[in-house]
């Protein structure tokens, strides 16, 4: 008797439609480091008078826009467009006082918590149900 083996049901091994999933949730995450990189670089354009940073927030924006764009077809448009914005929303807060003149309190640090929290709970609430042992 010949027993064969499905790899993707073999030990250690991830289920293809499991790899698209993790697949979809990095390109929305390089979605949302490019919304940061964007929001930055408008801020820096100053009104897009200055050619450097405007040039970065043009390459940010085709870069948020493509990656997003990939997420979406594998992660529901409410979940990713949530986790996206949740990303630059609490991504340019933290680093535009590290590029520009800008403040991070202790107040707007505890309500981004709150915004991670939210983007965590629904990266869980998105999750396939797991599959019984028994």
Same mark, same amino acid.
């Given at each position: 008797?010949?027993?064969?083996?499905? #790899?993707? !049901? %073999?030990?250690?091994?991830? #289920?293809?439609?499991?790899?698209?999933?993790?697949? %979809?949730?990095?390109?929305?995450?390089?979605?949302?480091?490019?919304?940061?990189?964007?929001?930055? !670089?408008?801020?820096? !354009?100053?009104? /897009?008078?200055?050619?450097?940073? !405007?040039?970065?927030?043009?390459?940010?924006?085709?870069?948020?826009? /493509? /990656?997003?764009?990939?997420?979406?077809?594998?992660?529901?448009?409410?979940?990713?467009?949530?986790?996206?914005?949740?990303?630059?929303?609490?991504? %340019?807060?933290?680093?535009?006082?590290?590029? /520009?003149?800008?403040?991070?309190?202790?107040?707007?640090?505890? @309500? &981004?918590?709150?915004?991670?929290?939210?983007?965590? @709970?629904?990266? &869980? %609430?998105?999750?396939?149900?797991?599959?019984?042992?028994?």
């Amino acid at each position: 008797m010949t027993t064969t083996i499905n #790899p993707a !049901s %073999a030990p250690g091994t991830v #289920p293809p439609q499991r790899q698209r999933r993790s697949g %979809a949730w990095a390109a929305l995450l390089t979605a949302g480091a490019f919304e940061v990189g964007y929001a930055l !670089s408008v801020n820096g !354009s100053d009104g /897009f008078t200055d050619p450097m940073w !405007s040039a970065a927030a043009a390459v940010y924006f085709l870069g948020t826009l /493509f /990656f997003l764009s990939v997420a979406l077809r594998r992660i529901d448009v409410g979940i990713g467009y949530a986790v996206w914005a949740g990303i630059g929303a609490v991504g %340019a807060p933290v680093l535009g006082p590290v590029l /520009f003149d800008e403040t991070l309190t202790l107040t707007k640090a505890a @309500w &981004l918590a709150v915004i991670i929290g939210g983007v965590v @709970w629904l990266k &869980l %609430a998105d999750a396939p149900p797991r599959e019984s042992d028994g």
